[in-house]
Antibody, heavy 119, light 110 residues
Framework: QLQLQESGPGLVKPSETLSLTCTVS??????????WGWIRQPPGKGLEWIGN???????YYNPSLKSRVTISVDTSQNQFSLKLSSVTAADTAVYYC???????????WGQGTLVTVSS | QSALTQPPSASGSPGQSVTISCTGT?????????VSWYQQHPGKAPKLMIF???ERPSGVPDRFSGSKSGNTASLTVSGLQAEDEADYYC??????????FGGGTKLTVL
């Protein structure tokens, strides 16, 4: 059964870069049938798509975040990563990683990790 | 791209049916049959309930159904049960490998 697990610092200072990794187990990240995505949810608010990556390295980002987001993949480690630069308090959220199909639905999801931006 | 529009709340009594709407534009909901719905209980990760407008993943009760008309997609929960109380989010493909979510609907079982 495919499982995803987010990891990374839970506290990031304003203006610094948020870095998270998603480790995929129970399946290969190199499958040609799927993308791998990041989604976030500020406390008490809704979901926001951040971006996706294909195993080949092709990336697709939310236009509203594109200037600050980098998603990368490490097929040897079966992991993909998120970097969000110049963070502010508005970037405080639970960050989820998930597998995305070519038909744009996410399943399964990781459990999520809360990242707080504060000095 | 703007978030899809969902009502903030919906409610129904046990055994009743409730429908949650998700309104977008011809560039997202209306343009593709790639609408999905997610259920999220407090403190938990979202769970896929409907994909490609009306398809149900294995294990999701057939009380959950989806449909679409024009730029509006809908999720219907029939035979409401206490465990259906949760937040529900719609999502749609928006072209050029972009995706957009709805603002979410809090479903209360009275």
């Amino acid at each position: 059964q495919l499982q995803l697990q987010e990891s990374g610092p839970g506290l990031v200072k304003p203006s610094e870069t948020l870095s998270l990794t998603c480790t995929v187990s129970g399946g290969s990240i190199s499958s040609s049938s799927y993308y791998w995505g990041w989604i976030r949810q500020p406390p008490g608010k809704g979901l926001e798509w951040i971006g996706n990556i294909y195993y080949s390295g092709s990336t697709y980002y939310n236009p509203s975040l594109k200037s600050r987001v980098t998603i990368s993949v490490d097929t040897s480690q079966n992991q993909f990563s998120l970097k969000l630069s110049s963070v502010t308090a508005a970037d405080t959220a639970v960050y989820y990683c998930a597998r995305r199909t070519t038909r744009a639905w996410f399943d399964p999801w990781g459990q999520g990790t809360l990242v707080t931006v504060s000095s | 791209q703007s978030a899809l529009t969902q009502p903030p709340s919906a409610s129904g009594s046990p055994g009743q049916s409730v429908t949650i709407s998700c309104t977008g534009t011809s560039s997202d909901v209306g343009g593709y049959n790639y609408v999905s719905w997610y259920q999220q209980h407090p403190g938990k990760a979202p769970k896929l309930m409907i994909f490609e407008v009306s398809e149900r993943p294995s294990g999701v009760p057939d009380r959950f159904s989806g449909s679409k008309s024009g730029n509006t997609a809908s999720l219907t929960v029939s035979g409401l049960q206490a465990e259906d109380e949760a937040d529900y989010y719609c999502s749609s493909y928006a072209g050029s490998n972009n995706l957009v979510f709805g603002g979410g609907t809090k479903l209360t079982v009275l």
